[in-house]
């Protein structure tokens, strides 16, 4: 690439902390974005399953939550009770839908979404650049299932009866816009149990080396359309349980899940479900469908701190896999308002009715950092590394020659130039070729000549196929004869990345955070749940 198209490359674009921990069922990490104009504030999660943007509505503080005081607050609205789309000038009503994202999870209807198009904004940490998504699909929610709102990390377009055109996702129109390198991110769902408390990290356009372990594999997408995250739990073990060391996949076998930060709890079968309850004195609450843990056990098992092993792989068969640990504390979650008057302890685990339902949600994702690169159809997972003092932002180009101008490509086009590029290696091979044809026969006739041996020189190649993030492996789920399959090893087609003139950066101290009407500097406030 010249240094010209180099030059044209953006950065990754790092979404800013709320520095808040929010939420109904557990203390998560949320991010500030804003929405309308002028642009109303919230702090959201990530959602790796969706491509559109959640936000609370007022309706969602009526009924039973009519008398909460700090309803809105509570689901992550800065000011207000929710997001008030006549307030907002850019505001363009689409109409009243399902939300599609879980519906596998929550069923076909009784959540639907207020949709419209409107203005989403962003601000970078901690360089403080500011950008505006016009035409953006937004949902305004008040079902209860969607208590914070969340920001779509999928590229699906929005389909709308009243819209001829896809509506493009948040991911593809900063791409398309060249306000990131690549249709990827990297995620971090932070843990406030750690120490330091982790924050969190959301990287559009690359990932942040400096917060996960590195993994030995990579994992293909899933689906068609929509695509997904899936993966296999080869087995799971638990240590220093209430009842000991226990496996917990009945006769070791692999079960298949999806990775979707959109939900809080791990969704499982039945029986896998029962064993972690006989592990971890469980008590499974019916009105809520939620594993309850009582005051004595509560204290046992801070007291014993278990783990929990999952060795996650490719497929049922695979027999390669990589470990996620998780500690008790990251299971150690409190549920309040809507789901139980007074604050609760419970453990996120939910039973899966089938196969589509077994997801591994945030509380999972607590300790495992997750990259997507959707224009390569890959993901991979590493173990979390809990801080925010340094970043070492890695960016990942799009596969595309294209990257270099945002979609917008001039000149020779990008078959032509991999024709030239080709011919010119095979010019230089045939010259190299040549040259030492030569060389080897005038050696050659000197050895013959003076007895004497020469080692030939051997040719060295200056350029090292780069590796892809954290991997030279990539595995595929299977999912049919229309599958689509990644090559393996060093066929494998290579990441790019840039070079390492990104430096480490130390986090500010100070914590900006997006008003009502912009921007406002202010010291860090952390809120948390009782």
Same mark, same amino acid.
């Given at each position: 690439m010249s240094v010209e198209a180099r030059s044209a490359v953006p950065a990754p674009f790092s979404i800013t902390p709320s520095w808040y921990w929010s939420g109904d069922d557990g203390a998560w990490a949320t991010f500030s974005i804003a929405v &309308? +104009? $002028? $642009?109303? *504030?919230?702090?959201?999660?990530?959602? +790796?399953?969706?491509?559109?943007?959640?936000?609370?509505?007022?309706?969602?503080?009526?009924?039973? #939550?009519?008398?909460? $005081?700090?309803?809105?607050?509570?689901? &992550?609205?800065?000011?207000?009770? &929710?997001f008030e789309t006549?307030? *907002? *000038?850019?505001?363009?009503?689409?109409?009243i839908y399902e939300l599609e994202t879980e519906q596998n999870l929550w069923g076909p209807t009784g959540n639907p979404g207020q949709y419209g198009l409107d203005t989403v904004s962003l601000k970078s940490y901690p360089s403080g650049e500011h950008l505006e998504l016009s035409s953006q699909t937004v949902a305004g929610v008040a079902t209860a299932n969607v208590w914070l709102g969340s920001v779509g990390l999928g590229i699906a377009d929005g389909s709308f009866a009243n819209v001829k055109q896809g509506i493009p996702s948040l991911l593809e129109t900063m791409k398309s816009q060249n306000y990131t390198p690549s249709r990827s991110f990297g995620y971090a769902a932070g843990a406030s149990?750690?120490?330091?408390?982790?924050? &969190?990290?959301?990287? #559009?356009?690359?990932?942040?080396?400096?917060?996960?372990? $590195?993994?030995?594999?990579?994992?293909?997408?899933?689906? +068609?359309? *929509?695509?997904?995250?899936?993966l296999s739990i080869a087995s799971i073990i638990a240590e220093n349980t209430i009842q000991g060391t226990l496996a917990l996949l009945p006769g070791g076998d692999a079960i298949t899940t999806i990775i979707d930060s959109t939900v809080a709890q791990m969704w499982l079968p039945q029986n896998v479900c029962d064993l972690f309850a006989q592990a971890f004195g469980l008590t499974y609450d019916t009105s809520t469908g939620m594993y309850l843990v009582n005051s004595t056990i509560h204290r046992q098992l801070v007291e014993s701190n278990p783990t929990v092993t999952f060795a996650i792989g490719s497929t049922a068969q695979s027999s390669s896999t990589s470990n996620i640990e998780l500690p008790y504390t990251a299971f150690d979650l409190q549920a309040g308002i809507p789901l139980f008057n007074t604050s609760t302890n419970y453990f996120p685990l939910r039973v899966a009715a089938n196969e589509s339902q077994q997801v591994l949600g945030r509380a999972f994702l607590q300790e495992a950092y997750i990259f997507v690169d959707w224009d390569r159809e890959y993901f991979t997972i590493g173990q979390a590394i809990h801080q925010n003092s340094t970043t070492n932002i890695v960016p990942v180009l799009s596969p595309s020659s294209d990257s270099a101008t945002g979609g917008k490509s001039s000149g020779i086009g990008t078959g032509a130039i991999a024709g030239i590029a080709i011919g010119a290696c095979a010019v230089i091979a045939a010259l190299v070729g040549l040259a030492a044809f030569l060389v080897m026969r005038s050696r050659k006739r000197q050895r013959a000549a003076k007895a004497k041996g020469e080692m030939p020189m051997e040719l060295h190649s200056d350029h090292i196929k780069p590796p892809e993030i954290m991997s030279a492996q990539v595995y595929e789920l299977q999912e049919g004869e229309n599958s689509k399959h990644e090559l393996h090893g060093t066929h494998a087609k290579p990441l790019l990345e840039l070079q390492a003139d990104t430096p480490e950066q130390e986090l500010d101290g100070d914590g900006e955070r997006f008003g009502r009407y912009g921007w406002d500097k202010k010291p860090n406030t952390y809120y948390e749940l009782p």
């Open positions: &309308g +104009t $002028p $642009p109303q *504030s919230f702090h959201i999660l990530p959602s +790796t399953t969706g491509a559109e943007t959640w936000v609370p509505i007022p309706e969602g503080c009526e009924g039973i #939550l009519t008398n909460i $005081p700090d309803c809105g607050i509570l689901r &992550g609205v800065e000011e207000g009770r &929710g006549n307030a *907002s *000038s850019t505001w363009n009503l689409l109409g149990y750690s120490a330091p408390q982790d924050y &969190g990290s959301l990287i #559009l356009g690359g990932y942040d080396q400096a917060r996960f372990v $590195p993994s030995h594999l990579n994992f293909s997408l899933g689906g +068609t359309e *929509s695509k997904t995250l899936p």
